[in-house]
């Protein structure tokens, strides 16, 4: 884990904490177009969301409330990426389980 990573939702800024509750809201699905600027996301414009829904599953894509909690690698290690880029976009975010799982990431390359 990077040492920019947060610890728990309390570590998180507030462009993070918001964009902690899209992604629990969303449950299963992603996020299009998420600018990074400065190690933060911007949400204006909003990026765009999209939900997965799988038919004949007991569980339905229901979004849970969220709440202050210590986070796990997963949750950590994606705000402690994002904090890391100067300057990208994420092209697409998928979700699963209202945590991150994969990105693609569009950032200036040097080599």
Do not use: Y
């Amino acid at each position: 884990m990077n040492s920019q990573s947060p610890k728990s939702t309390q570590d998180l800024r507030p462009s993070e904490r918001r964009f902690l509750g899209a992604m629990q809201e969303l449950g299963h699905g992603r996020f299009e177009t998420l600018h990074i600027v400065n190690g933060e996301l911007v949400l204006d414009p909003w990026p765009t969301a999209i939900r997965s829904i799988k038919f004949g599953n007991p569980n339905a894509n229901r979004p849970s409330a969220p709440v202050e909690f210590e986070m796990k690698a997963r949750l950590a290690d994606f705000f402690g990426h994002i904090r890391t880029i100067d300057a990208g976009v994420i092209r697409v975010l998928e979700v699963r389980g209202g945590v991150p799982f994969c990105m693609d990431v569009l950032t200036e390359c040097r080599l």
